[in-house]
């Protein structure tokens, strides 16, 4: 099993940039895809950015494809999503998850909250 919690979340103006972090417990980081997810107030939870096991295999969600950035260091036990260009869309808890598989997402983080002002 893993832990995950989440750090780097606040306050920016539309236009800034946030580097959110995601820390896992334990010495099997490595063995898993690492995920950021979004949810929004009153919407539903939305994929944002993959990573597979190596960082070989990215995916992104269309509406953050050259604004955001995913990216891990297995030697830190620790995966980021770098977010330039925010807009005030961009507001909601993103939370990180860990996955067997590229589409498991079995281990959730508590989330940390975005707030981007216009």
């Known amino acids: 099993q893993v832990q995950l919690v989440e750090s780097g979340g606040g306050l920016v103006q539309a236009g800034g940039s946030l580097r959110l972090s995601c820390a896992a417990s334990g010495r099997t980081f490595n063995m898993y895809h690492m995920n950021w997810f979004r949810q929004a107030p009153g919407k539903e939870r939305e994929f944002v950015a993959s990573?597979?096991?190596?960082?070989?295999?990215?995916y992104y969600a269309g509406s953050v494809k050259g604004r955001f950035t995913i990216s891990r260091d297995n030697t830190k036990s620790t995966a980021y999503l770098q977010m330039n260009s925010l807009k005030p869309e961009d507001t909601a808890v993103y939370y990180c998850?860990?996955?067997?598989?590229?589409?498991?997402?079995?281990?959730w983080g508590q989330g940390t909250q975005v707030t981007v002002s216009s």
């Open positions: 998850a860990a996955g067997w598989t590229r589409v498991s997402y079995d281990y």
């Open positions: 990573i597979s096991r190596n960082g070989g295999e990215i």
